[in-house]
């Protein structure tokens, strides 16, 4: 009977184990996604529509539902505030503040630095 409950057990913690593991590729896919959409957004924004980079870092950030929408109200953010810093250093200064809120991973990371 022990053995049994013990097998349970184990299986049972196995399972909810790999349904978290599960549920944050989901949420890594999605927020890829989101990404992938926002820069899409972003460039149409400011090839076509002409508009500044903050505000349309801004635009893109009320838009989007995600978690993605933190990285670009950061970088519209330091935009704003920020008068001496260069662009590149608002959008790697936004990057290094609201990643831990993302469930993207390094590779993605050094991708959007080298933006």
């Known amino acids: 009977m022990i053995k049994l409950i013990g097998a349970i057990f184990i299986i049972l913690s ?3 184990i790999g349904m978290k593991v599960a549920s944050y590729y989901v949420l890594r ?3 890829l996604r989101q990404l992938q959409v926002a820069l899409q957004w972003l460039e149409t924004q400011i090839v076509y529509g002409s508009t500044p980079l903050h505000v349309a ?3 893109i950030a009320v838009r989007m539902n995600g978690d993605v929408r933190y990285l670009f109200a950061a970088a519209a953010d330091a ?3 920020l008068q001496e810093a260069s662009t590149r250093e ?3 200064s936004a990057i290094e503040k ?3 809120k993302t469930a993207l991973r390094k590779p993605e990371k050094e991708v959007l630095l080298q933006l």
């Open 14 to 16: 196995s399972s909810l």
């Open 29 to 31: 896919s999605t927020q």
């Open 57 to 59: 870092l801004n635009h």
């Open 79 to 81: 935009l704003t505030h």
């Open 90 to 92: 608002c959008w790697e």
């Open 98 to 100: 609201e990643w831990h």
